[in-house]
């Protein structure tokens, strides 16, 4: 017979520490919502009730739609237990299972909540607590309990976990619950019955107690909206310039105007007519406390040195002639007419490469740092990376986008199709897979029994072809990786992950990037597939893959926070897979 499941949220109004804490607006939404809308996103209760003295909640309650238990006003006092109230609700409601959900829990998603519950049923667990691990050695009145003060001090990876209640859900067999309370006066650890542990990570760990949770909530959620850009130090030499007449006289600049700016009407073709197109000269019409704009001419050869600008995007408009753009490496053709943009942090240099004298109207503002990298130290992870992008984007050009039958090639090739039907198809059925380096859609076009399927590249391009070229796959999301990261993918909201030649040139520090990314958003149980380089691999070598030993990628997985790591050597010839689960 199926066991009535019955979700119980408890909140007070009252509290001490913070007033009215669950109905305080957090990221713009009550406290106490959040896992309400966990609950029912869990799809696993027969019923959710939310559990109170105060009918201010009543709102809230009928907004989502579940049902309210007035609790009774001598167990909403600072002295009433856990065990009290639970007793009291499971002695007026009729299930079977109870679970306690709490709203000082926000991140606890509908995903956990179900794996929590179907782990206690699973199991058959009496009681069931959710914890979360902590690899760090620990120590209880003194003594240590995970580990052996003589011994060595090992890698945190490899210590005992110790488990600490997480709090934020609590599950029940509701008999046991009632006997445990007549037995021991106590039921909210356990008792008589069986006990079990549920496990969660990251930001679903966080419970809000005191001013400083909320902080920590709110800034939480802020970075959820906000683009997240992963920056590591680079040993380089470098310095720094910020003064713009300096910055164009060191860049050859010849003859610079800054006597006229900031006129309330100029005309840029009586500027330009006005100037000795012999030579090189600048120009600066606008000069505000918001933005400058500086008409900039060189001849064929003139230029800008090789430069970044850490706080500040930059924009130009071409008025004549021609320009290569160099921008992370890589070297842009630029014509009269065009606009080009450049993030911040993006290593860039222009040079004039037509016949005659050309013009840019350089946009940005007076005051910006101009980062000037020493040449023999450009080749960082950013250049890394701009390879990288370098060699597909000539691959592509060349042999994807211009073949029709392209992306019907595996079916024709065993060695790729062995590798889809033996270790992916089986992987994915109603399920969340991410695909890293999805090119043309060869193998997301393959994927129609996943719930969810995602492609990460490079290229824009890629999501706009296999669209048109595969109008049938509806469950397609498409994210645009700079090229070390999964951006705008939420931790653990991932079933499977798997990558098929897109890693093998990559530098091994981008490879770390990658590993430490894909066990951010694998969920609790999850598996990653990866194709990369290895020096173990004879043909991997042979083809001048990146260099990085077995060892190498084990202790990235390790340290990424993996203890399921698995290599296997036979199921590619030209690298080795890592296989890992969290």
């Keep these: 017979m199926k066991k009535k499941l019955i979700a119980m949220i408890p909140v007070r109004l009252g509290s001490k520490r913070i007033p009215k804490k669950n109905l305080r607006l957090i990221n713009g939404k009550p406290l106490v919502s959040y896992i309400i809308e966990a609950a029912k996103e869990s799809n696993i209760f027969d019923e959710i009730y939310l559990n109170s003295e105060s009918e201010e909640f009543l709102p809230i309650v009928e907004e989502h739609g579940i049902k309210f238990y007035k609790r009774p006003d001598h167990l909403s006092t600072d002295s009433a237990t856990n065990d009290d109230f639970a007793l009291d609700f499971i002695n007026n409601t009729d299930g079977d299972i109870l679970i306690q959900l709490l709203a000082t829990s926000p991140f606890i998603n509908g995903d956990e909540i179900k794996g929590f519950v179907k782990s206690m049923l699973e199991n058959n667990y009496n009681t069931q607590i959710l914890v979360k691990n902590e690899q760090i050695e620990c120590l209880f009145n003194d003594e240590p309990i995970n580990f052996i003060q003589k011994d060595k001090t090992l890698p945190s990876q490899m210590l005992k976990p110790i488990q600490v209640y997480a709090c934020g859900i609590m599950g029940w067999d509701t008999e046991i619950f009632k006997h445990n309370m007549k037995t021991y006066g106590s039921a909210y650890h356990g008792g008589d019955g069986t006990i079990g542990t549920y496990s969660i990570k990251g930001y679903s760990t966080i419970d809000i107690d005191n001013e400083e949770d909320f902080d920590l909530a709110e800034s939480v959620f802020r970075s959820f909206n906000t683009k997240k850009i992963i920056e590591y130090y680079t040993p380089k030499k470098f310095h720094s310039e910020s003064d713009v007449p300096s910055i164009l006289h060191r860049d050859g600049v010849v003859n610079n105007d800054f006597d006229h700016e900031n006129m309330e009407i100029c005309n840029v073709e009586s500027i330009i007519m006005s100037k000795d197109m012999r030579t090189s000269w600048s120009h600066r019409v606008i000069n505000s406390e918001n933005n400058s704009a500086t008409l900039i001419c060189q001849l064929p050869g003139e230029g800008n040195r090789r430069h970044y600008h850490n706080n500040w995007n930059e924009w130009w408009y071409i008025l004549e002639g021609e320009w290569d753009f160099e921008i992370d490496g890589i070297i842009k053709k630029i014509y009269k007419n065009d606009i080009v ?63 029709e039958d392209i992306s019907n090639w595996i079916d024709g090739d065993s060695y790729f199709r062995t590798i889809l039907t033996n270790n992916i198809l089986p992987k994915i059925d109603n399920k969340t897979v991410l695909e890293i380096g999805c090119l043309t859609g060869k193998w997301i076009k393959e994927l129609n029994l996943a719930k969810r399927v995602i492609g990460v590249d490079l290229f824009e391009v890629s999501e706009k072809y296999i669209r048109s070229k595969y109008p049938q796959i509806t469950n397609f999301e498409f994210y645009k990786t700079s090229g070390n990261e999964l951006n705008g993918i939420d931790d653990n909201s991932v079933d499977f992950i798997y990558s098929i030649d897109s890693l093998i040139r990559l530098d091994p520090i981008v490879i770390n990037d990658y590993i430490n990314e894909v066990y951010r958003v694998l969920k609790k149980g999850g598996e990653a597939f990866l194709h990369l380089p290895c020096t173990c691999s004879l043909k991997s070598t042979f083809l001048n893959f990146t260099k990085i030993s077995e060892d190498e990628i084990k202790e990235y997985s390790l340290n990424a926070g993996f203890t399921e790591i698995l290599t296997d050597h036979d199921i590619v010839d030209h690298g080795i897979i890592l296989k890992l689960k969290s």
């Design 341 to 403: 943009f450049i993030e911040k942090n993006k290593i860039h240099k222009i040079m004039s490469s037509g016949n005659g004298p050309a013009i840019r109207l350089a946009v940005s503002r007076e005051d910006v740092d101009h980062i000037y990298v020493d040449e023999k130290k450009e080749i960082n992870e950013n250049s890394t990376i701009s390879h990288q992008r370098q060699f597909w984007e000539t691959y592509l050009n060349k042999r994807f986008f211009t073949s």
